[in-house]
């Protein structure tokens, strides 16, 4: 408990309290010790002008006229305590004799000579009483304010960290998945300062917990046909050998698997997420030229009309990937050897003409595995649709420039 912020929010505001309080109970008694003594130089000093009146009449110098107060000729003549006291210490004006508080103070006639009167502060009732009721109200106001400064220590320690409590409660109750938690963020303090940034990570963590869940269901979706094709066609190579279909089967099956792999990996990592202004034709000729590197009998037209500053936000894997699977499709999953790619305003179209007489397995061309497209297309905030003509297939992409 006493490593909460609450405890430790009261034991600072209680001990700055505790310090005010014993400060000002020392400045006080300090106003009060030198009022006292400029008090007692001021009854010295008033009856030293009396004596020296009366001896500008007389040429004697005459005792005081206080009971309290004692006129001295010379230092001889000084109370032997006194004395040794003042030859001690010639600068101390205040010397204790068997309990009595004796000042002292010396004056001179206009002649030179000096003389000496001593006050009993002791013998001013007065005074006794003033001190004890200026110690008894110092003593009574400094345990009073002491008291309420403790109090409001403890009511703003509670106040100070209510706020926190609260949002800590928030954070601990909060169950990823639902909606997040409400957070002070519109406050201006440190407290709004906390609560942006525990909702900017709550974001985060729920942006990967999300991205973790897309990727095991993508998982799940688009590996399971291709794995299962590979499997079964195995199988069955047990009992006879394969065929040129099976072998193109198993081809198409594992090229499907790696582009796919590729794409949900690239889907899954955070750094793909890094948009920028990127420039759509050198992607379409390294897409292509990759397709003649694994298959160079292959005739392929791939017709590119695209202007060479023609730029699109979004990031570079992933427009690759895309512009990848969507020719791929074309290529393994269609009769037909040519394919159109026109970009226009912001939007980009692929085609690739149908032809009736198909024989390559799952033959779809473009329309092939729009999951993944979808997929790419969602993570980069732009749209898709497509079309199926007589003898056409489009893919249309809406992008951000």
Not at 355 to 383: A, C, N
Request: hydrophobic share 40%; glycine share 4%; with cysteine.
């Amino acid at each position: 408990m006493i490593n909460t912020i609450k405890y430790r929010l009261f034991i600072t505001f209680g001990s700055l309290a505790a310090f005010i309080c014993l400060l000002f109970t020392g400045v006080t008694w300090l106003f009060a010790a030198v009022t006292e003594d400029e008090v007692l130089r001021h009854l010295l000093a008033t009856e030293a002008e009396y004596i020296l009146r009366e001896y500008s009449k007389s040429n004697e110098l005459k005792p005081a006229r206080a009971d309290y107060m004692q006129t001295y000729l010379s230092k001889s003549a000084l109370p032997a305590e006194v004395l040794q006291g003042f030859q001690d210490n010639p600068y101390e004006k205040e010397f204790y004799v068997h309990g009595d508080n004796y000042h002292i103070e010396v004056f001179a006639t206009p002649e030179g000579k000096q003389f000496y009167i001593t006050l009993n502060a002791s013998k001013l009732e007065g005074l006794s009483t003033l001190n004890k009721m200026i110690w008894s109200f110092l003593l009574v106001i400094s345990s009073l304010v002491l008291i309420l400064s403790l109090l409001s220590a403890w009511f703003l320690s509670n106040r100070s960290a209510k706020p926190l409590q609260q949002l800590s409660h928030k954070i601990e109750q909060y169950k990823f998945g639902e909606a997040r938690p409400s957070l002070p963020t519109e406050r201006r303090d440190e407290i709004g300062i906390l609560s942006r940034s525990f909702e900017s990570a709550l974001q985060k963590i729920s942006s990967l917990l999300e991205r973790e869940q897309e990727f095991t269901r993508d998982v799940s979706h688009e590996l399971r046909t291709p794995m299962t094709l590979i499997k079964n066609t195995i199988q069955l190579s047990r009992q006879q050998p394969l065929k040129t279909a099976e072998v193109e089967l198993i081809e198409h099956a594992s090229n499907e698997l790696e582009q796919t792999v590729d794409v949900l990996l690239a889907l899954a990592r955070q750094e793909n997420l890094n948009f920028s202004k990127i420039k759509l034709t050198p992607i379409l000729e390294k897409c292509l030229l990759k397709i003649y590197s694994i298959h160079p009998e292959v005739k392929f037209d791939l017709d590119i009309r695209v202007d060479d500053h023609f730029y699109v936000m979004g990031s570079k894997h992933l427009i690759s990937l895309l512009c990848q699977n969507l020719i791929n499709n074309a290529f393994y999953h269609s009769n037909s050897s040519t394919m159109v790619i026109k970009a226009e305003g912001n939007l980009i179209s692929f085609e690739n003409a149908l032809d009736g007489q198909q024989t390559k397995p799952f033959y779809q061309g473009l329309g092939h595995g729009h999951y993944l497209v979808k997929r790419i297309v969602e993570e980069m905030s732009w749209s898709i649709e497509t079309e199926k003509r007589d003898d056409t297939y489009s893919v249309v992409i809406r992008v951000k420039k």
